[in-house]
């Protein structure tokens, strides 16, 4: 059955404060968000030079703009040591300006050929075990040996020089979807360095990381072990800051050989992969030389979870607080999940317009047509081994051309939200190497604050810890477990300023060394709270919360300020909890502090976070028919509405007055939505259409 749910009137513009970061490709001349860009990942070098131009053309017809090529051919480009052949590079890239599309070549550090890793075994990762990698797969190389760095410098120079000049050329990605470090002797000694540059002294190590305990005392460097055991957590988060520094740095060589060469309309990005929430390294810290973030953005097994892909969406947004590419995705079907099913008709299509409503300027598939060998031959791709477009060619054939009829409306609008939840890798690392739950997964716990959220509001930030906050009502930090003194300065700011700030389980236990604080929880923020953290308790039972429940997770708190008010009570629970409170929370400045100390169920975490909206006078209108995803863009002037029905039943959508029905045409003020079906309107603004 059909139903029918007004979508109350869009916030008005005033409500959000303007962008900090919005894109303006015209300062820098790059391309990247002039236009919504359509394309996918080709492989010339796995064919006859002959065929190429029946696939460019063939990828034009469904509206492609954009052809991503180059980020696996470093045999191609050069066979031999020192011989290299780019001409092959720039005919591909010249042909594909013949179609109307435009390039995006991808450096091809990512494979290594076998003359180099056999003539210099020391290119080769050695992983924590101290098993040295061999040929045939892809990731095989060390991201800390000096010779590769300069194999590296050479190959991707040469490639700067044939297409850094190139008109069709657009932007460049490094490498592909980083992922291993390496253990090897010259990472040991990378290591030894890194330390020594940080603390200077071994006693400031020792005291950092509290080695008194267990005789881990250090009176060298070269005793400072260098593996990737489950260790003293100390040594263990100043690794991932090693292994952090370590991707920038490999990154950084490429980088700054393509902007010496290359012209500077010409953007630099990198795709991640790794389903957006990763945590080998931290990503705020790879994006930050980029000029803008990309990932790819899979399903894998099922379906479209929105949610989840939804938030992954915000986080990649909040990576460079911008807009940004969706690098790659499934053209139906991948072939690594457990089962690599396809996805329903129309499917691929919502996806491609959820990603777009998120923030992406761009959707590029993996891949255009599969190698007819190799690891991935069973994988999607838009045509067949025969070159001839598969079932799925015409329904990205329809997005190319809504892409293009869209594109004029949002191109230059991006998602803007007045609430921000905050996530931050140093407290992701800490939470998951002493979890002391098996079942506290850190995203679900972030996505049940940003299901309720997202419904009520469309859009949500998610951004770092240190990112500024003043144009944000409310911010939650769901499990902001390690708050240093700086962080902690900040966020007072913030709530005595006019912010409402959200803490939840786990927040303000460690400082920057992954070391206890002294105060109890939230640390150097329980005197902005009033009260304080008594205990900590993992649950093997559910315990009762003001009419509700909590799972996994439940701390005592008590308040010590008068002026600390109970939120939320436990009920009858497991005796040391019984009655005792939940949340508290307290105005302070301008602003308003809470503490959440239990993990809620979603009807409780709702009226929790209704209460927190109105309190931070954050209009909470959007009433969506189940299953249906609302999201806006806006830019000046404009604001654009991007409606997905993700169920599988007709739900109608009532506007909150009339709207440009973009890709229909016409005015409209109510929408019928069929299973994955998508509309896309603009907010009419005076003078528009009647
Ligand atoms: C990505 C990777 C691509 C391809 C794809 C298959 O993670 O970047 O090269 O392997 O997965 O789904």
């Known amino acids: 059955m059909s139903r029918m749910l007004a979508l109350a009137a869009l916030l008005p513009l005033c409500a959000i404060p303007s962008a900090a970061a919005r894109p303006d490709p015209a300062a820098t001349g790059q391309a990247q968000f002039e236009r919504l860009w359509l394309g996918s990942a080709w492989y010339p070098e796995q064919w006859p030079e002959a065929s190429w131009d029946a696939d460019l053309a063939l990828m034009a017809r469904h509206g492609a703009n954009v052809v991503r090529?180059?980020?696996?051919?470093?045999?191609?480009?050069?066979?031999?040591?020192?011989?290299?052949?780019?001409?092959?590079?720039?005919?591909?890239?010249?042909?594909?300006?013949?179609?109307?599309?435009?390039?995006?070549?991808?450096?091809?550090?990512?494979?290594?050929?076998?003359?180099?890793?056999?003539?210099?075994?020391?290119?080769?990762?050695?992983?924590?075990?101290?098993?040295?990698?061999?040929?045939?797969?892809?990731?095989?190389?060390?991201?800390?040996?000096?010779?590769?760095?300069?194999?590296?410098?050479?190959?991707?120079?040469?490639?700067?020089?044939?297409?850094?000049?190139?008109?069709?050329?657009?932007?460049?990605?490094?490498?592909?979807?980083?992922?291993?470090?390496?253990?090897?002797?010259?990472?040991?000694?990378?290591?030894?360095?890194?330390?020594?540059?940080?603390?200077?002294?071994?006693?400031?190590?020792?005291?950092?990381?509290?080695?008194?305990?267990?005789?881990?005392?250090?009176?060298?460097?070269?005793?400072?072990?260098?593996?990737?055991?489950?260790?003293?957590?100390?040594?263990?988060?100043?690794?991932?800051?090693?292994?952090?520094?370590?991707?920038?740095?490999?990154?950084?060589?490429?980088?700054?050989?393509?902007?010496?060469?290359?012209?500077?309309?010409?953007?630099?990005t990198t795709n991640l992969g790794g389903l957006g929430w990763a945590n080998r390294f931290d990503r705020y810290a790879i994006n930050r030389d980029l000029d803008f973030a990309s990932w790819d953005a899979y399903v894998g097994t099922g379906h479209l979870q929105p949610y989840r892909m939804g938030a992954t969406h915000d986080l990649v947004r909040g990576w460079k607080r911008q807009n940004f590419w969706v690098m790659e995705t499934q053209p139906g079907f991948v072939n690594w999940a457990p089962v690599s099913n396809m996805?329903?008709?129309?499917?691929?299509?919502?996806?491609?317009?959820?990603?777009?409503?998120?923030?992406?300027?761009?959707?590029?598939?993996?891949?255009w047509r599969n190698a007819l060998n190799g690891q991935e031959t069973l994988h999607g791709s838009i045509v067949g081994p025969d070159g001839k477009p598969l079932p799925v060619y015409d329904e990205i054939g329809q997005l190319g051309r809504e892409m293009a009829k869209a594109s004029p409306v949002i191109a230059g609008t991006t998602p803007e939200s007045p609430v921000a939840i905050l996530q931050d890798y140093d407290s992701r690392w800490a939470i998951d190497f002493q979890l002391h739950?098996?079942?506290?997964?850190?995203?679900?716990?972030?996505?049940?604050?940003?299901?309720?959220?997202?419904?009520?509001?469309?859009?949500?930030?998610?951004?770092?810890?240190?990112?500024?906050?003043?144009?944000?009502?409310?911010?939650?930090?769901?499990?902001?477990?390690?708050?240093?003194?700086?962080?902690?300065?900040?966020?007072?700011?913030?709530?005595?300023?006019?912010?409402?700030?959200?803490?939840?389980?786990?927040?303000?236990?460690?400082?920057e060394a992954n070391r206890l604080h002294t105060q109890r929880q939230p640390g150097p923020l329980a005197e902005l709270l009033g009260g304080r953290v008594e205990q900590y308790y993992a649950l093997d039972e559910a315990v009762a919360v003001d009419g509700g429940t909590a799972r996994i997770w439940a701390e005592q708190l008590s308040t010590v300020a008068p002026d600390a008010e109970i939120v939320l009570r436990y009920g009858k629970a497991n005796g040391w909890l019984d009655g005792k409170p939940a949340a508290i929370?307290?105005?302070?400045?301008?602003?308003?502090?809470?503490?959440?100390?239990?993990?809620?169920?979603?009807?409780?975490?709702?009226?929790?976070?209704?209460?927190?909206?109105?309190?931070?006078?954050?209009?909470?209108?959007?009433?969506?028919?189940?299953?249906?995803?609302?999201?806006?863009?806006?830019?000046?002037?404009?604001?654009?509405?991007?409606?997905?029905?993700?169920?599988?039943?007709?739900?109608?959508?009532?506007?909150?007055?009339?709207?440009?029905?973009?890709?229909?045409?016409?005015?409209?003020?109510?929408?019928?939505?069929?299973?994955?079906?998508?509309?896309?309107?603009?907010?009419?603004?005076?003078?528009?259409?009647?």
């Open 437 to 511: 739950h098996k079942d506290y997964d850190q995203i679900a716990v972030l996505l049940d604050y940003y299901r309720p959220l997202k419904d009520r509001l469309g859009q949500v930030d998610i951004v770092a810890a240190s990112a500024p906050l003043d144009r944000y009502k409310l911010v939650v930090a769901p499990s902001l477990n390690v708050i240093p003194e700086a962080l902690a300065k900040q966020l007072d700011d913030y709530v005595r300023g006019g912010g409402h700030l959200i803490l939840g389980p786990r927040s303000g236990m460690k400082d």
């Open 69 to 268: 090529i180059g980020e696996f051919a470093w045999s191609r480009m050069e066979p031999r040591e020192g011989e290299y052949d780019m001409g092959w590079l720039v005919r591909a890239t010249r042909l594909a300006a013949k179609h109307g599309l435009k390039v995006v070549i991808g450096t091809p550090t990512d494979t290594p050929p076998a003359w180099l890793t056999k003539k210099y075994p020391d290119t080769l990762r050695v992983d924590g075990n101290g098993v040295r990698a061999v040929h045939g797969g892809r990731r095989q190389f060390s991201i800390s040996s000096p010779r590769y760095r300069e194999f590296s410098r050479l190959i991707v120079g040469k490639m700067a020089g044939a297409l850094g000049r190139e008109p069709n050329v657009i932007g460049w990605q490094i490498g592909n979807e980083y992922t291993d470090e390496s253990y090897d002797p010259a990472a040991r000694a990378a290591w030894h360095a890194w330390l020594k540059a940080k603390y200077g002294t071994l006693d400031r190590l020792n005291d950092a990381w509290t080695t008194r305990y267990w005789s881990q005392t250090y009176s060298d460097w070269e005793q400072v072990p260098f593996n990737n055991d489950k260790a003293n957590p100390g040594w263990m988060l100043d690794l991932k800051h090693f292994i952090t520094q370590t991707w920038v740095d490999f990154q950084k060589n490429q980088l700054d050989v393509i902007r010496a060469t290359a012209e500077p309309r010409q953007f630099i």
């Open 585 to 690: 929370s307290r105005k302070v400045g301008k602003g308003r502090i809470t503490y959440l100390g239990a993990l809620i169920d979603d009807a409780s975490m709702q009226r929790f976070l209704e209460t927190a909206l109105a309190g931070a006078g954050v209009a909470a209108e959007f009433a969506a028919p189940p299953d249906v995803e609302l999201m806006r863009r806006t830019g000046e002037g404009r604001e654009v509405l991007i409606v997905i029905n993700h169920g599988r039943e007709t739900r109608n959508v009532r506007l909150s007055g009339a709207m440009q029905d973009v890709l229909a045409g016409g005015s409209k003020t109510e929408v019928t939505l069929a299973p994955e079906g998508v509309a896309v309107f603009q907010k009419k603004t005076q003078g528009a259409e009647k």
């Open 343 to 367: 996805l329903y008709p129309g499917e691929t299509r919502a996806m491609a317009w959820q990603a777009i409503g998120h923030g992406s300027d761009a959707v590029l598939y993996w891949q």
